[in-house]
């Protein structure tokens, strides 16, 4: 198993108010970040914490002082693989390779005391909420202090400050978090229960926080959030991404801006509008749909139904040019019939959708869904994801062809060899998405270049860097 140990050998990028590895270290330390990009926001405050307090991060966890495994709790796969992350590392301890392990996170969260009842060899664990506490953790650990060894807060009632991190993506890009927790109550979702209820962060704190990773040298900013188009509901008593998004769209620097987890309510003409007549506002979004029959809809608790969904989406294709839409869809989920899967099947086959990803539906503990009569075989919910994405894929192949002969800009991201940088168009979110395998000359990480598109390679692209406009970078 690889695991994602984070290294600053990889992703120098440090705190804008903050320290690097410090000479007179109080310890050193190896961090494993899991799951989706809002938990390694988190992650990367807990870096930022680390290095304040005086502890040095270093690449691998072999020698390291102590390990952090900052997991996911989200579904059984997510927990599984937290799961043997924490074994391989209390392993590495068994054998002197460390000397203690510190869980944080949403699977302590989830499952609570009971996580050091199934693994007692844990050193300490930390809730969500407790992220800030991770120096005072680190320091019980290098004490050897065996009490309080777990650490959980009640969930915020204000939002968590995320600035001063160790970030860990590439220095041109970052994630930024505008709310936290989320207050729908889809049937089939733990996430209320691990993130408690939505919180926005206020407008200033997010373009103070967009401002500071703009002076870090970010350029793709990244929004996310469990549920974006319902910020400031709670906070200001009615939505406001749009006028978020046109304050952050000022920050000087800034030159794309990516959203992501996009509920389909509360998606006003405003922020349609917004969308459609910015210059930095990529026209790619990210929309969970999950489903598309009334009836699973319902079951699902989603608050929407198939003919509003269709009324969206017809809007936002009509007025966001060169628009790319990226959704997921559930499979198997409690009572869905042949009859209701044909109704998704044809839907997806209607061509919509650039981006699609199709997940079996998760038997979650706690979770209303579990109560649900009529649930399905394993293997029928694998059999029809396999079939969707069947289904999805000469969509997303004709997507890719439709771009070779054009011009377009590319974002740089790594060297794979001596000429060849692997890198990405708009409508291409990291590590979720497809690639773009750019050849050229004098190339660095961090550009923002002109390609031309020559090929389609599966699901990527491949391209050639236009010769003497290579020059402009959104690295520098």
């Known amino acids: 198993m690889q695991l994602p140990i984070i290294s600053l050998d990889e992703t120098p990028s440090l705190p804008q108010a903050g320290t690097g590895p410090q000479t007179n270290s109080k310890g050193t330390y190896a961090f494993v970040s899991l799951g989706c990009p809002k938990n390694l926001v988190d992650s990367e405050r807990m870096l930022g914490t680390l290095s304040e307090e005086g502890y040095s991060l270093v690449p691998n966890a072999e020698g390291a002082d102590f390990v952090v495994i900052n997991t996911c709790g989200f579904i059984d796969s997510a927990r599984e693989e937290s799961k043997s992350v924490i074994r391989e590392m209390l392993q590495l301890k068994s054998h002197g390779g460390t000397r203690g392990v510190i869980v944080a996170g949403c699977l302590p969260e989830r499952m609570g005391g009971a996580l050091l009842e199934e693994i007692p060899e844990i050193d300490h664990v930390m809730g969500v909420f407790s992220r800030e506490e991770i120096g005072k953790v680190a320091d019980r650990m290098i ?5 309080q060894r777990e650490v959980f807060r009640p969930a915020p009632i204000r939002a968590m400050d995320d600035r001063l991190r160790l970030r860990v993506t590439p220095k041109h890009f970052a994630y930024l978090k505008i709310s936290e927790g989320c207050d729908r109550t889809c049937t089939f979702c733990a996430i209320p229960k ?10 200033e704190m997010v373009v103070q926080e967009a401002r500071e990773l703009a002076a870090d040298g970010v350029k793709e900013l990244i929004l996310v ?13 009615r939505v406001r991404l749009a006028e978020l998004l046109r304050e952050v769209e000022k920050v000087e620097g800034i ?3 990516r959203l992501m987890y996009l509920y389909p309510i ?7 509008d917004t ?5 930095k506002i990529l026209p790619y979004l990210d929309l ?16 929407t139904n198939r003919s509003a969904t269709v009324e969206l989406l017809d809007k936002l294709q009509d007025r966001i040019a060169n628009l790319t839409i990226r959704t997921t869809f559930i499979t198997g989920f409690p009572g869905e019939t042949d009859a209701q899967f044909e109704e998704l099947c044809q839907f997806v086959d209607e061509g919509r959708f650039a981006r699609l990803g199709a997940f079996t539906y998760s038997f979650e503990p706690g979770t209303p869904a579990v109560r649900l009569p009529d649930h399905l075989p394993e293997d029928v919910k694998a059999a029809r994801r396999d079939r969707l994405m069947e289904i999805q894929q000469p969509h997303a192949f004709a997507f890719a062809d439709q771009w070779i002969g054009y011009e377009l800009d590319a974002v740089l991201d790594r060297k794979i060899d001596d000429q060849t940088w ?17 050849t050229g000359e004098n190339l660095r990480a961090g550009q923002m270049i002109p390609v031309e598109i020559m090929a389609r390679d599966g699901y990527d692209l491949r391209a050639v860097a236009i010769p003497n406009e290579a020059e402009s970078s959104i690295g520098e």
């Open 225 to 237: 959030a469990q549920d974006t188009t319902y910020y400031g509901l709670d906070l200001y008593g």
């Open 275 to 279: 969308i459609a007549g910015s210059g």
């Open 266 to 272: 509360h998606f006003t003409d405003e922020l349609i």
């Open 255 to 257: 030159q794309w801006i």
């Open 422 to 438: 692997l890198g990405r168009c708009f409508f291409d979110a990291p590590d979720i998405d497809a690639n773009v395998f750019v």
């Open 143 to 147: 004490g050897g202090a065996r009490e």
């Open 288 to 303: 969970p749909l999950q489903h598309i029959n009334d009836t699973m809809l319902r079951r699902m608790q989603r608050r």
């Open 194 to 203: 691990m993130r408690g209820k939505h919180i926005t962060k206020p407008i």
